[in-house]
């Protein structure tokens, strides 16, 4: 392959890739309208800038095509400088600020309106540039006066974005940083130093590419928090569809226990009630919550189950690390689980241990029964409580949740939260 061959393979497939881009803009859907518009314009421009770039390759040195060349240059220069103001807004405006009253701003303005009237004047001079009759592109002895203007905005832009790194989401600050370095490098070689016209491309490419992963950062975190909503609100409805047996059952309890034991009907009203407020307690949380909370809420939940199973219920706690946090309604609605799939006449007495541990991974939590068992192939994915609690752990904490038989009968659930 030629040189030339490289060149046109180069800018046609990056050509390509900006149309692919500018396309995804358009149809990929936004609440924020005002960005979906200024992204769609901005991409617009850079597909402006690579196809003025290749039609220069291609024209380049053509004869009889200098008017052609002279136009050519003329939108390239354009279009490349208008991504500096187009920069500027997106930058304040991320950051807070009100683009229309803001000094950068109109420092910038007033900067690219000089380069863009010094432009005007080259079309007309041969003191900055002129293309010869046979289609040679010529600087003049003034020609770094043009680009003067663009280098400060380029420098103002980058200084900038380092001034409100603060400011500034870190993934945000990188992607501002490759939009604003490699072009700024590749327009200085190609203006200052010599001519080399694939590094303005993969120039402009980079640029591209960083400000397209901000759309693609932004849908998937708005996708994360979508998701994170619709799991959040089948916890809710699981809490106010509480079984109203249990309800029932619990009630009951209390009512004949108050006349054969009135201290137990207390402590049982107690657990009870905490059962109550931690369900509707967790409806208002978004975020995670300490393990303590959890495991409160889980402790009196079985507190009101073992009154009334009696002698049908025991429970084990090991739990001696509880210095972590995980997503609400995780444990406790295992355990209730773990109760309604095990409690069985036919069956013996049915056992939970709850178990915690400090592992080289993060904080795990078992819960063991020796029910009837659980098949994670047949049951698992029609377990609306579980599958919810599993894409609740990856969205809010990046943890997992594995189910398997346990060894003599029953069913371990194992639960993982890494380290933060």
Request: hydrophobic share 50%.
């Amino acid at each position: 392959m030629t040189a030339e061959q490289f060149y046109y393979f180069v800018c046609g497939a990056v050509l390509i890739l900006t149309l692919v881009i500018l396309w995804i803009a358009v149809i990929m859907p936004s609440k924020n309208q005002w960005n979906k518009r200024f992204f769609v314009s901005l991409f617009a421009v850079f597909v402006l800038s690579m196809l003025t770039l290749f039609i220069d390759l291609v024209i380049y040195e053509e004869p009889t095509m200098a008017l052609e060349e002279k136009i050519t240059i003329y939108f390239q220069y354009f279009s490349i400088s208008i991504l500096m103001p187009m920069f500027t807004v997106y930058l304040l405006r991320t950051c807070g600020e009100d683009w229309r009253k803001s000094l950068l701003f109109r420092v910038v303005i007033i900067l690219w309106s000089i380069f863009f009237i010094v432009l005007g004047i080259s079309q007309f001079t041969t003191f900055i540039y002129y293309i010869t009759p046979d289609t040679r592109y010529i600087r003049g002895d003034w020609y770094l006066l043009l680009f003067a203007p663009i280098f400060a905005v380029m420098f103002l832009n980058l200084a900038s974005v380092i001034k409100r790194h603060d400011k500034l989401p870190r993934k945000y600050f990188v992607a501002f940083l490759l939009h604003l370095i490699p072009l700024q490098f590749s327009l200085f070689i190609q203006n200052v130093v010599t001519e080399i016209i694939v590094l303005v491309v993969l120039g402009l490419c980079i640029s591209m590419l960083s400000m397209f992963a901000i759309i693609l950062y932004d849908q998937i975190e708005s996708y994360v928090k979508q998701q994170r909503e619709i799991a959040n609100q089948r916890a809710n409805i699981m809490i106010l569809q509480m079984r109203p047996h249990f309800i029932y059952n619990a009630m009951m309890s209390i009512y004949y226990l108050c006349a054969k034991d009135a201290k137990k009907a207390q402590q049982v009203t107690l657990d009870f009630t905490t059962y109550l407020r931690k369900n509707f307690t967790a409806i208002a949380s978004e975020n995670t919550v300490p393990f303590a909370d959890e495991f409160e809420h889980t402790r009196a939940y079985l507190a009101v189950e073992q009154v009334q199973f009696e002698d049908s219920l025991f429970v084990e706690y090991d739990t001696p690390h509880k210095e972590f946090r995980l997503p609400p309604l995780t444990l406790q609605p295992i355990v209730e689980n773990a109760v309604k799939h095990g409690m069985d006449p036919e069956y013996a007495p049915l056992y939970i241990l709850i178990k915690t541990r400090e592992t080289n991974f993060g904080s795990e939590i078992i819960v063991e029964d020796n029910g009837p068992g659980f098949s994670p192939a047949e049951n698992y994915n029609q377990n609306t409580a579980l599958a919810n609690i599993q894409q609740r752990l990856e969205m809010m904490c990046g943890g997992t949740l594995t189910i398997y038989p346990r060894e003599g009968g029953g069913t371990v659930v194992k639960i993982l939260i890494p380290e933060r």
